[in-house]
């Protein structure tokens, strides 16, 4: 966050202090706590190569003899490794950091791929209409008849199935981005098309229309700057939509592959040991998982009401 | 198609537990039973993995078999001589009918040899010593040899018999072939001798048995149905045995063993295995694949050494194998031939290996790259794991690349050969050393198919002259020795890297008795509801 100190003239600090959005969000302490979690995980896992006590892609400082160690505070537990090691001596915690990374980097791409895609979409068949608007929409309603795991597993199939075997796992993080991203940009589609088909009419379109600018101009220099808020809320609630997805694409056994965990390859890896009584393995990637989807969440939820209180 | 595999082991182990259990109240005895892979077909030659091969034990038969203590039993074959060293003449059972009321006789005999031949066939080293077959009678067939070839019999206790006229009249006379994309008729239905046939088949989700009533032998089973569901993931195989969806499965994981003994209803049954697991190098291009030497850094002794000595096999047995493992020395199983269990292992030895691959100009080590199934043998993917950090701490960078084993072939076996370094494990055809020469050892050569398994594509000329002598030497002791001295060069040069012979851990249902067998064929004859 921008921390100016504050002037004589109300700074932009202040400023944004004052504005309605940050005084919605003071005055609800779910949100606050929400974003503080928020936030200190996506920190923390930014900065693994930083924090995290060990790295686990270095298969050199990974010794066997570490694996299976349960948590610090159980019995057998040792003090290197705070939340326990998996089954080639992984330290847990580490995995976590290193995993919410990819979870993390999967979900704002593939967001971003689905808003660019979505946003584009929309504006055109929402300022052109016609059959073109009919043609993108009836495309769009009949991908959301579907749930979006089914599409994203099928994008996946296929991509897969076009990728030569050995270049599976090289090219796996970019499959993720595209089945994810390309099973979701209906949502900002229907969105943004909604809102400029009231833009379209307003006066300041008839304006920069009189004065010959051309349709691509009006809709990207100005249309667009007028329907960014509903796409935020959007882009904010796919986030953890998407990091869902990808956890489990991953845990299906489709995703990432487990020499370079994501939570969900990490979670999938760690159900063969739930009856062995290696609980850690699974458990606490799980958690953080949880716990990441549920913060983003409460945040594009605030952000929903505060914005726009008639989005659905 | 892991995909599938995933979604099916989900939904439909539910819809077919809810299936089931209406008709499990209606009395029937149905035993449901799981592994990890699906059949990709039904073609008895169009396979030679032995997960196919054993269920399909199931319904088509050998001439000659293996009891459960793995000695040679007649089966469609009545009895059998050498009448001279280079011919065998076979005396075939008579009365015995296939599924569709055809009548076995020795033209099913040449023409399933024929098929087996094919050079289609993934089993066309197990008939490629047949030089001519001479139909005596209905009931006798005389195979002339190009060589003695004394264990003749054990080379073919996986050569099914197909029925002539069905194969003929359904145009199935080549076998199906996932490489070359050849899709058989007989790969998609049925038509054997043996105690079961296959009345369902739903690719990638279950295969249904029932008994044949006209089948020839006793059976001691009770059962009046199998089904079997593949379940890919280990933890949702256990899960579905303790809920007691199916009533047996295998392989068990090593970690789940205690689980299931101290659970109350489910039991284990272990049992060393035969099959040896080892790694594999490129050891013929002139340039390794995702090796970033410029060279082939694998055709140098010193540098294969060096891998092996990295590698820490008592660690992997004791973390990763939980004890259920027994390191090997060479590519056989001592319990198939004793003589292996006298070699020992280069040592482990971190120092000596860093200080091979400076010998070899490589002081900083090197990147390459690891193919591993990871849906195939007891911890494969795991291994694969900590041979990679093991390498890593000798300064040799493995890229580890997993695919489930329906991939993993493609990818691995001829003509692709798309790796550096593999992981491969082997159950010799016959269980008799020979099969691991001709098929592990021996240079490729397509016209007999020798080397067809040596995918790192090594060559040396003595191990090709030995198989030759082997195929036909009779007396017991010059081939041991002979067989000796081939796993001697082996060692000595390095062309493997043996792991390890895993167990075979089988778990039960308490209410049904199986009968467990080294080489992982589940018989469904041999199985009782006993409850």
Redesign the interface.
């Known amino acids: 966050m921008p921390d100016t100190p504050a002037h004589s003239e109300p700074s932009r600090w202040q400023r944004i202090r004052q504005s309605d959005l940050a005084l919605s969000f003071l005055a609800s302490k779910v949100t606050v706590a929400a974003a503080f979690v928020a936030v200190v995980m996506i920190a923390a896992s930014v900065g693994a190569a930083l924090i995290a006590p060990h790295n686990p892609y270095d298969m050199a400082a990974i010794d066997i003899f570490d694996s299976m160690l349960p948590p610090v505070w159980e019995d057998g537990g040792e003090r290197r490794f705070l939340l326990g090691t998996d089954s080639i001596g992984r330290d847990i915690l580490s995995t976590i950091l290193y995993g919410s990374r990819m979870s993390i980097f999967i979900g704002l791409t593939s967001v971003a791929l689905s808003l660019v895609i979505g946003v584009t979409l929309g504006l055109i068949a929402g300022y052109r209409g016609g059959l073109l608007d009919s043609i993108i929409m009836r495309l769009a309603e009949v991908q959301l008849a579907l749930p979006t795991i089914l599409v994203a597993l099928l994008i996946n199939g296929i991509l897969r199935a076009v990728a030569p075997p050995t270049m599976v796992n090289d090219v796996a993080v970019l499959v993720l981005i595209l089945s994810i991203g390309l099973s979701n940009w209906v949502q900002f589609a229907r969105a943004v098309r909604a809102s400029t088909m009231v833009e379209r009419g307003q006066e300041y379109v008839l304006a920069v229309r009189l004065i010959g600018i051309g349709p691509m101009a009006i809709m990207f220099r100005h249309i667009l700057p007028n329907v960014m808020g509903p796409i935020m809320v959007i882009a904010t609630l796919n986030l953890s939509g998407a990091i869902l997805t990808e956890a489990t694409l991953s845990f299906l056994g489709v995703g990432v592959p487990s020499t370079r965990p994501s939570l969900g390859t990490l979670i999938n890896v760690g159900t063969d040991y739930l009856f062995s009584g290696a609980w850690w393995i699974t458990i606490f990637p799980g958690a953080a998982l949880a716990l990441l989807v549920l913060t983003v969440n409460l945040v594009g939820d605030w952000l929903r009401d505060a914005l726009n209180p008639t989005l659905g | 198609m892991?995909?599938y595999q995933?979604?099916a082991s989900s939904t439909l182990a539910t819809v077919v537990a809810v299936t089931f259990a209406a008709q499990v109240q209606a009395q029937e005895n149905v035993l449901r039973w799981s592994s990890q892979s699906a059949l990709a077909n039904i073609d008895p030659h169009g396979t030679t993995t032995a997960l196919p091969l054993s269920i399909f034990s199931n319904v088509y038969e050998p001439l000659v078999g293996l009891n459960s203590d793995m000695e040679l039993v007649p089966v469609l074959a009545e009895s059998w001589e050498v009448v001279n060293p280079t011919t065998w003449r076979f005396k075939l059972r008579e009365g015995v009918t296939f599924h569709n009321g055809n009548t076995f006789n020795a033209d099913d005999v040449i023409f399933s040899m024929e098929r087996v031949g094919n050079r289609y066939s993934f089993l066309r080293d197990r008939v490629s010593m047949i030089e001519e077959m001479v139909r005596v009678d209905d009931y006798t067939i005389e195979f002339i040899t190009r060589e003695p070839y004394p264990i003749l019999p054990q080379m073919w206790t996986s050569i099914y018999m197909m029925d002539k006229e069905w194969a003929e009249e359904n145009d199935a006379t080549v076998p199906s072939n996932s490489v070359e994309n050849i899709e058989s008729y007989a790969g998609q239905h049925s038509n054997g001798t043996g105690p079961f046939r296959i009345t369902e088949r739903v690719p990638e989700t279950r295969t249904v048995f029932e008994p044949f009533a006209d089948y020839w032998d006793e059976v001691e089973h009770n059962l009046d149905r199998v089904v079997y569901i593949p379940i890919?993931?280990?933890?949702?195989r256990?899960?579905a045995l303790?809920s007691g969806e199916i009533d047996m499965m295998y392989p068990v994981?090593i970690?789940?063993i205690?689980?299931l003994q101290s659970n109350a209803g489910t039991d284990v049954l272990i049992q060393p295995e035969l099959r040896t697991i080892m790694l594999g190098m490129d050891q013929n291009r002139d340039v390794a694949l995702?090796t970033n030497t410029g060279d082939n850094p694998f055709k140098d002794r010193r540098v294969r050494q060096a891998v092996y000595q990295a590698i820490?096999i008592d660690?992997?047995q004791d973390?990763?194998m939980n004890g259920l493992s027994e390191p090997a020395a060479t590519l056989i199983s001592p319990l198939l031939f004793p003589p292996a269990g006298e070699m020992e292992r280069h040592p482990f030895d971190p120092e000596a290996s860093r200080a091979l691959l400076a010998e070899a100009g490589y002081p900083d080590g090197f990147q390459t790259a690891l193919?591993c199934p990871n849906n195939r043998y007891v911890n494969d993917?795991?291994t694969c794991?900590?041979v990679?950090?093991?390498?890593?701490?000798v300064g040799i960078?493995?890229?580890?690349?997993?695919?489930n084993v329906t991939?993993y072939w493609?990818?691995v076996g001829r003509p692709v050969q798309?790796?550096a370094m593999y992981m491969m494990g082997w159950t010799p055809g016959g269980l008799d050393s020979y099969s691991v020469l001709f098929n592990l050892m021996g240079s490729w050569d397509e016209e007999s198919g020798r080397g067809r398994i040596n995918n790192g594509d090594f060559a040396n000329d003595r191990i090709d002259e030995i198989i030759a002598l082997v195929e036909s030497e009779t007396d017991t002791e010059i081939r041991d020795a002979l067989i000796m001295e081939a796993y001697q060069i082996v060692h000595d040069e390095v062309y493997y890297l043996p792991l390890h012979q895993q167990t075979v851990v089988w778990g039960v249902r308490d209410g049904i008795a199986v009968t467990q067998r080294a080489d992982d064929y589940f018989q469904f004859r041999t199985a009782r509801f006993t409850d």
Request: charged content about 30%; aromatic content about 2%; proline content about 2%.
């Open positions: 892991k995909l995933t979604i890919t993931q280990d933890g949702t256990v899960a303790l994981p970690q789940d205690e689980r995702h820490n660690a992997i973390r990763i193919v993917e795991r794991q900590a990679t950090s093991m390498l890593a701490r960078e493995v890229e580890l690349r997993t695919m991939q493609g990818v798309d790796f």
